[in-house]
């Protein structure tokens, strides 16, 4: 996979756009994030401008008296980079390019981008490269040759495929369908290895929350592990699972994923979808909040519309409100959501009670049934034994009758041997 990094800072114009029926704090909030983004795909941001609009326009999203402006902030400033808060179609790209000249990308490109630099795995990598492609196809345009033989340094010219596209739409397809093949025997991969995990009934969580709210910190205080850590958005892609180990329960295993973001590319959900398999296979989710932000309770709403999104509405979730030794002590008040416990991952602050609620929770899923199996069947009480806790064993007349601690998912599994 070909990455170019940037040498020099890309001096960069961001754009915040939106309609009247927008609410102007939301477009301002989303301006500040685009300016998060840049900063952490290695941009400086040296000028930024607002427009709302009664309705788009299809030929360069903005108005053209906003294009005039800011083609003269970047005479006036030099700036090698425009970034628009929204999603624009080839045409639109190119006509902006053509009248500001200079470089023009939106906020999935921006996001792509940062993600080209961030993936370290095979599978990452692969991701990745599907995402770029997913979003570049749509934009295939007459003068998409041009667009893609771009190959100096700077934001949002790195990438997996861009040399391989060569503008051909049936070439494109061809390696979507590959890498999707590809991605599709790592998912196998790793659903042998959560199968592992369910024979030996080894209770699962997944870490899942906005980026940058700390979610790795907190699995390394968890665990005890090394995993990388640092104070900027999507640092980690690559999922995690490490074992945690909870006095009043089980040993379990804990997942880092992704992080979310407000309006996060379709494509990348698509391609991350191997990932968040974890996600959806795991038996309880560890929602991470970061308390400390001002913007909490938004993105708190973005990471539940995604969780609907997903359909994992039905899973427990423990809501942990992160980074509470610098976050105001009012706030704690704002706070709404149970179960729900005040953590530090940087000092370790409310950690034994997170762990007490883990254990609680996983105690909570399990219930006492009782089985019976016919002498046919007899042999299928070893898998039992393998998969969960047997409590006792009975002879009967035609069989043997069992009791047993079983979750959800096991009592799905056994159903057919439950006495009603």
């Not at 997996?160 to 025997?185: F, H, Y």
């Not at 074992?243 to 379990?252: I, M, Y």
Request: glycine share 6%.
């Amino acid at each position: 996979m070909n990455q170019v990094r940037i040498n020099e800072k890309d001096k960069v114009i961001v754009v915040g756009v939106g309609l009247k029926s927008d609410p102007i704090t939301e477009i301002k909030e989303n301006l500040c994030e685009l300016e998060e983004l840049v900063g952490a795909a290695g941009g400086e941001v040296i000028g930024s401008t607002v427009q709302v609009l009664p309705q788009w326009n299809p030929s360069t999203l903005i108005g053209s008296g906003k294009v005039q402006e800011i083609k003269e902030m970047v005479a006036e400033s030099n700036a090698q980079l425009v970034i628009v808060d929204h999603q624009l179609s080839g045409i639109q790209t190119r006509n902006l390019q053509e009248q500001i000249g200079c470089k023009i990308l939106d906020r999935s490109q921006l996001i792509l981008d940062i993600f080209a630099q961030r993936a370290r795995t095979y599978e990452g990598k692969l991701q990745v490269e599907l995402a770029q492609l997913l979003d570049q196809m749509p934009r295939m345009i007459g003068a998409w040759h041009d667009s893609l033989s771009r190959l100096g340094g700077g934001i949002g010219t790195r990438g997996p495929g861009e040399t391989a596209l060569e503008n051909d739409r049936r070439r494109a397809k061809e390696k979507v369908a590959l890498i999707k093949k590809k991605l599709e025997e790592v998912s196998q991969q790793r659903a042998q290895h959560r199968q592992s995990r369910k024979r030996n009934e080894v209770p699962s969580f997944a870490l899942i929350g906005y980026t940058n709210s700390g979610k790795s910190s907190l699995l390394n205080r968890l665990t005890g592990s090394q995993v990388l850590a640092k104070n900027m958005v999507f640092a980690t892609l690559d999922p995690t699972t490490r074992k945690v180990f909870l006095d009043e329960g089980p040993p379990a295993v804990v997942t880092d994923t992704v992080g979310f973001i407000r309006k996060l590319p379709p494509q990348l959900i698509e391609a991350f979808k191997a990932t968040l398999e974890e996600s959806a296979e795991a038996d309880i989710l560890l929602h991470v909040v970061d308390l400390s932000s001002p913007n909490m309770e938004r993105q708190i709403e973005v990471v539940e519309d995604l969780i609907k999104e997903f359909k994992w509405e039905d899973k427990k979730i423990i809501h942990i409100f992160n980074k509470v030794d610098i976050a105001p002590v009012e706030r704690q008040f704002r706070v709404k959501h149970f179960p729900r416990v005040f953590v530090s991952a940087l000092t370790g602050q409310g950690f034994e009670q997170l762990k007490k609620i883990m254990a609680d929770t996983i105690n909570e899923m399990q219930s006492q049934v009782e089985l019976y199996f016919d002498r046919v069947n007899e042999y299928r009480l070893y898998d039992l034994g393998r998969e969960a806790k047997i409590l006792r064993k009975e002879a009967a007349t035609e069989g043997t009758i069992c009791v047993a601690m079983m979750t959800p998912t096991l009592l799905n599994k056994w159903k057919d041997f439950l006495v009603k």
